[in-house]
């Protein structure tokens, strides 16, 4: 009995705390998506292509560069690290940009449905970033259904890949 108990219990506990983690993380991953998706809409589509390249190189970069304990990464603060990988990814994005040729449709409906399509997709490979580029459990701590799609290893390459496949479709001339 007292073990039927103690799993009820924890199974209740599990629950209570999933549910009151969700709503604050939906409030997160929405609310980033909405920002990214005015933004994406405010400064075009190259930008908001250049800028999803970029997190991509950015992050590889910031991965396998092996420099950064002398520039204050690595085993500095997680604002130290995050001020390093923002700046490759501007200075990247001011790169890419140039040579990125892609504007948004002229029907202001699927404008908007592109830009949250991107905007959601970026939230997504923000989400796997904290994860695994940048430690972000020091800062906030993710409930377990978060967790549970971006803090694996063997899905960050799924991440990676989900916003390229996303630009190909929608980089596309009409």
Not at 31 to 45: E, K, Q, R, Y
Request: net charge negative; proline share 3%.
């Amino acid at each position: 009995m007292g073990d039927i108990l103690g799993t009820a219990t924890s199974t209740l506990e599990a629950g209570i705390n999933w549910g009151l983690g969700l709503p604050t993380d939906i409030l997160i991953v929405v609310g980033g998506s909405v920002v990214l998706t005015i933004a994406f809409v405010a400064f075009g589509l190259r930008r908001a292509l250049a800028f999803m390249l970029a997190l991509e190189i950015g992050a590889l970069i910031y991965r396998s560069f092996p420099y950064f304990g002398s520039l204050g990464g690595a085993e500095s603060s997680l604002t130290a690290n995050a001020a390093l990988l923002l700046g490759m990814v501007l200075i990247l994005t001011f790169f890419i940009s140039r040579a990125v040729v892609a504007e948004f449709s002229q029907s202001r409906v699927y404008q908007f449905l592109q830009a949250f399509a991107l905007g959601a997709s970026t939230m997504a490979l923000l989400l796997a970033f904290s994860y695994n580029v940048l430690s972000f459990e020091s800062f906030y701590h993710f409930g377990p259904l978060i967790a549970t799609l971006f803090a694996p290893d063997q899905f960050f390459f799924w991440w990676l890949l989900t916003p390229l496949v996303l630009i190909w479709p929608l980089s596309r001339s009409d």
